[in-house]
């Protein structure tokens, strides 16, 4: 069973923060690997994606991979209130299986 | 920007009915996903269709359920006899497997059976 493992939080950052988003995966042959936000009652949002060992950064958001570890995490500076939401990591395993496996989410609430 | 729609944004029926749940894909995507998420539950894959075939089905979607593309442009979830279990938001994703395996979601199906 190929899981995905996240804190399910609730993180609380004040406003202006660092929030730092982690996941680890079972499946040692997942390739890429994806960052969603779901906001209470609506669907998930593409991030972020990363494929290769290291970091990915977009605007205030980095993505961090290693696949040695199966670790990936989510970086984001400079917290907004907007930012308040539930942050999704979700795995691809590849060859031919296509399909996202989510972790259960991480809560993240920004303080004003 | 283009984006993925689904209808209708919420559907009651009762158990033992059919629901057919539509999603309009990003016009250049090929490759197309459903998933379900029940409350306060993780995202779940149900299936996965490319060229009028099913790519992949999980566990969970049994012979209840079917999907197709009639039209060419719509993609629809089936499910032929409602149960309570069958609660949950259904989200079609859609993707264009062209540099990269970004799927893009619709706004979600929220379906409840009474």
């Known amino acids: 069973q190929k899981e995905v493992e996240q804190n399910s939080g609730p993180l609380s950052v004040p406003e202006g923060a660092i929030a730092s988003l982690n996941c680890t995966y079972s499946d040692r042959v997942s390739q890429s690997f994806f960052w969603y936000r779901q906001y209470s009652g609506k669907s998930p949002e593409l991030i972020m994606s990363?494929?290769?060992?290291g970091d990915k950064e977009d605007g205030r958001f980095t993505a961090q991979l290693n696949k040695a570890s199966q670790y990936v995490s989510l970086l984001i500076r400079d917290s907004q209130p907007s930012d308040s939401a539930t942050y999704l990591c979700?795995?691809?395993?590849?060859?031919?299986?296509?399909?996202?496996?989510f972790g259960k989410g991480t809560l993240l609430t920004v303080n004003p | 920007e283009p984006e993925v729609t689904q209808t209708p944004s919420h559907q009651v029926t009762q158990m033992g009915q059919e629901v057919i749940l539509r999603c309009v894909p990003i016009?250049?995507?090929?490759?197309f996903y459903w998933y379900r998420q029940i409350l306060g539950q993780k995202v779940e894959f149900l299936v996965s269709f490319y060229n009028n075939e099913i790519s992949e089905k999980s566990e969970i979607f049994d012979d209840q359920f079917s999907v197709e593309r009639p039209d060419g442009s719509n993609f629809t979830l089936k499910i032929r006899s409602t149960k309570l279990e069958d609660s949950a938001m259904y989200f079609c994703a859609t993707e264009t497997r062209d540099s990269s395996y970004e799927q893009y979601f619709g706004p979600g199906t929220r379906l409840t059976v009474t």
């Open positions: 979700a795995v691809m395993s590849g060859g031919s299986n296509y399909k996202l496996t």
């Open positions: 016009s250049n995507h090929l490759y």
């Open positions: 990363i494929y290769s060992n």
